[in-house]
């Protein structure tokens, strides 16, 4: 997301589409970004999770 280095301890997982929009959870799917990053991404956009 910001093109820094990353280092392992400040890894995290992010889905490229969210599950809640039918993303997968695939590899193909997923990026490590840092942990603030995701963080900051997720401010902006707001958590969604699936529908039970």
Do not use: F
Not at 3 to 8: K, V, Y
Not at 30 to 48: F, P
């Amino acid at each position: 997301m910001c093109r820094l280095p990353l280092a392992a301890e400040d890894m995290d997982d992010h889905h490229v589409t969210p599950r809640h929009a039918g993303g997968q959870n695939t590899l193909d799917n997923r990026i490590l970004v840092h942990r603030w990053c995701h963080h900051a991404h997720h401010q902006r956009v707001g958590y969604k999770g699936l529908k039970a």
